[in-house]
């Protein structure tokens, strides 16, 4: 059993803090306090989650879902975990102490994939097919993780295309040496929806190494052809992308959003790793009309 020494102090659900509105409107500005819950906004897990969004996915970590997927794993697969751990970290903002620790070894190059974990079906889960996607998801990289020159990749959002519902070409982004975060997508669009907007010193995630962060993505499907989709995604509740206009797909196909999957990709082509971990506190998926 592993327990990371890199954890920050004084975090908060609300990332790094300093000032915060009240309720009452008035200004709070804390020095490495945790905010009471009592203090938040009026959904303090998940404030950008719109309203009358159904739940899809709640995941704590407290083990390692088996592969096939199962019933009493939520129907979560373990589908590689030869790198996955469990691990003890108090500092865990969610749902301490256990967090998913995903090991990307020393020398890792050329986009290898060190741990995927997903539920890439949410009505096997009992949930639903729907067009727009709400994720939010705790992460924190180790203080020694080595950007890859190219970027790694987190979270799939899977949808279907002609072959059947569970393609994954829409990914979570961690891009070049500043970790510049954001989505990409490949095959249907090749495209980069990076961060475009809000503080500069979210919008990469080298510059929190070793501490973490609350990272919510909003993703509304297009419809048939058009480019009607939209992309939004806030980091540590200060938004960062905001994307109108997006082609997600270019078949009409079936525009839902039917699945996500966790799957660490260290890179594209080069690079090399350290022993550097990446730990996942809560994954937690809600799906609207």
Not at 36 to 60: H, K, R
Not at 98 to 112: E, M, S, T
Request: proline share 7%; net charge negative.
């Amino acid at each position: 059993m592993k327990t990371d020494s890199t954890a920050p102090l004084g975090r908060s659900l609300w990332g790094i803090v300093t000032c915060i509105e009240l309720l009452l409107g008035s200004t709070a500005c804390l020095a490495g306090e945790r905010v009471s819950i009592a203090s938040q906004s009026p959904n303090p897990l998940y404030p950008n989650q719109p309203a009358g969004f159904v739940t899809l996915v709640d995941q704590a970590w407290d083990a390692i879902p088996p592969y096939p997927g199962t019933a009493a794993g939520g129907w979560w697969e373990g589908e590689f975990v030869v790198n996955a751990t469990i691990v003890n970290d108090a500092t865990a903002p969610q749902s301490p102490p256990n967090v998913l620790a995903c090991h990307v070894p020393a020398g890792v190059a050329g986009g290898v994939a060190t741990c995927v974990v997903n539920d890439a079906d949410f009505k096997r889960g009992g949930g639903g097919y729907y067009p727009k996607l709400y994720v939010s998801v705790w992460v924190k990289h180790s203080a020694n993780w080595v950007p890859h020159p190219v970027g790694s990749k987190m979270l799939w959002f899977v949808h279907p295309d002609g072959l059947g519902p569970g393609y994954t070409d829409v990914y979570s982004t961690f891009e070049g040496s500043s970790m510049s975060v954001g989505v990409r997508q490949q095959n249907y669009g090749n495209q980069g929806l990076l961060a475009n907007v809000g503080p500069a010193l979210y919008r990469d995630a080298v510059n929190f190494r070793g501490h973490w962060q609350q990272y919510e993505f909003l993703l509304t499907m297009n419809t048939g052809t058009s480019a009607n989709g939209s992309f939004r995604m806030w980091v540590d509740r200060h938004l960062v992308c905001d994307y109108p206009n997006v082609r997600w797909m270019t078949t009409d196909s079936g525009q839902l959003w039917t699945g996500i999957r966790y799957d660490n990709v260290y890179g594209g082509i080069g690079g090399s790793s350290a022993s550097q971990y990446e730990y996942i506190d809560h994954i937690y998926a809600s799906g609207g009309n």
